[in-house]
Structure formats: structure tokens, C-alpha cells
């Protein structure tokens, strides 16, 4: 089946780096997008950071010159290099692949990885 896995997730001080991975936990696929998205209980899902399959990323304002977003191997892995992290950051961390473009796309989410950030 095509899905997704996220890891490195885990507890973090406040300033502190932390990495998110994505891979595929069944078969191969390609992705037009990956992403990352994050969670609060009680939210809405919201975007963290994309890249596109032209190279293209988009980040959200809150992320901008702190989290790095990188396709590994450019079509279905992806990591989120998170510095500088805020207790505010403290969400659940969803891996996002979209096969397909437009409307039509398959987006497919992984269970998701818990980043805390406290002291």
C-alpha cells in the first residue's frame, strides 16, 4: 500500500534542533509534493513547509529562517531540520505526499510524530 512513515519526533529544549524524517512504510511511489504539516489538539492541520517536484518550497511565515525542508531522494522521502525551537513548535508532525496534481492528487499522511518542546 502507499503510505508514509514520520520519525525524530521526540522531547526538545526550547532553542534547541530537532529532525523529522519521512519515508515510505509500504511500496514505491512518486510523489509530486511532499510536505510537512503540523497539529494541535483542538486545530486544523496546518502546513509547515512543501517542496514541489520542480524544486520549488513553500514555507509557513513561522518557519521561515528556522525549519529546512529537503526531498532525499527527490521523488518520495522527505525531512524537516527544525533549529530554534519554540514551545510554541510543540505539535504533532505529519509527513505529507501528494501523487498527482491539482484536485485529483492523492494525498497521502502519515500517523504523524510528536515533537514537544519544553524544558
Known amino acids: 500500500q502507499v503510505e508514509v512513515v514520520e520519525s525524530g519526533g521526540g522531547l526538545v529544549q526550547p532553542g534547541g534542533s530537532l529532525k523529522v524524517s519521512c519515508a515510505p512504510g509500504?511500496?514505491?511511489?512518486?510523489?509530486?509534493?511532499m510536505g510537512w504539516y503540523r497539529q494541535t489538539p483542538g486545530n486544523e492541520r496546518e502546513l509547515v513547509a512543501q517542496?514541489?517536484?520542480?524544486?520549488?518550497?513553500e514555507y509557513a511565515d513561522f518557519a521561515k529562517g528556522r525549519f529546512t525542508i529537503a526531498r532525499g531522494n527527490g521523488k518520495n522521502t522527505a525531512s524537516l531540520q527544525m533549529s530554534s525551537l519554540k514551545p510554541d513548535d510543540t505539535a504533532v508532525y505529519y509527513c505529507n505526499a501528494d501523487i498527482g496534481n491539482g484536485p485529483q492528487a492523492l494525498r497521502i499522511w502519515g500517523q504523524g510524530t510528536w515533537v514537544n518542546v519544553s524544558s
Open positions: 517542496m514541489f517536484s520542480d524544486g520549488r518550497i
Open positions: 509500504g511500496r514505491d511511489f512518486d510523489a509530486s509534493v
